[in-house]
């Protein structure tokens, strides 16, 4: 057990993370973490999260700041672990109802598939990068998941995704241009399946106010179960200033916190790296 003492600092922790991020956030992330055990003479503590997921999410966007607020209430340079909270078991006496599920599939062959689709467009000057190998992983078996393609340009995404895919799933799926989201919204939130290309070269304003389109999108995908398919040049992790000119803008500084989990949550996220192939198919 942690004296009272010792969880009164825990409160002056969640106090001083709740002024540095959303409620949003702070609600769905922070709120429900509790401080396990907290060893002075090691200067460490095991905290625990109610799931594996939120201690992904943590670590990945803000273990500086947990690091950062512990060190400035407890003992600076404190170490840090987690633990994962023991669900309750489940119980036959309560009933909740089912959620919209994301469309599920399993393509036989994926692989030789989305090789075929490659050649039939791009004949003897198709090429097969190592990340489409994620691609045909997704089609076998995606889990109940979109897909986020994240790259430069020039690697195939568009291509992959408007036009080999929809052939492959045997359904034809809506396909938007990012720039098209804010007067599509309304008719998208009503699909089961939505391709979306481009994301972030839309204005970041519609009539002067940030434009939440996207974000709703997001929203419905959970809640609704649908089926998104992305391309973007945006990271889905935060950039470096060295890294600007080949990623301008991630997508939690685009879009926030919000929508880079609810993507992590309903997509698979493959990352597309090489050389731009549309210069050397233009030589």
Known sequence: MVNMEKQELWKQCLQLISEKVSDRVFNTW???I??????EEKNAVVLEVPSNYVYEYIEELHVLLMSTTLSTVFKPGIKLGYRLRKQPAATSAIEYPATSQI???SIPDAKERLHN?????LGNKAQWLPCYE????????NKGRGLLCVGTSGLGKTLICEKILPVILGRKIKTVTASDLNTQIEDLL?????????????PAKLYGQPD????KLCNA?????ILLIITTNLATTPVSEANRAMFPLSIQERYGNDVLSRLRATTTVVGFSGDDMRKERSV
């Open 212 to 215: 939440t389109s996207f974000y």
């Open 34 to 39: 509790t401080l396990v055990s907290y060893d």
């Open 103 to 105: 469309p599920q599939f």
């Open 221 to 225: 995908a959970e809640q609704r179960g």
């Open 30 to 32: 922070f709120r429900d």
């Open 117 to 121: 689709g490659l050649k039939h467009y």
């Open 190 to 202: 009503k699909e089961r399946a939505i391709i979306i290309d481009d994301l972030g070269k839309e």
């Open 134 to 141: 994620k691609v045909a992983d997704w089609l076998s078996d």
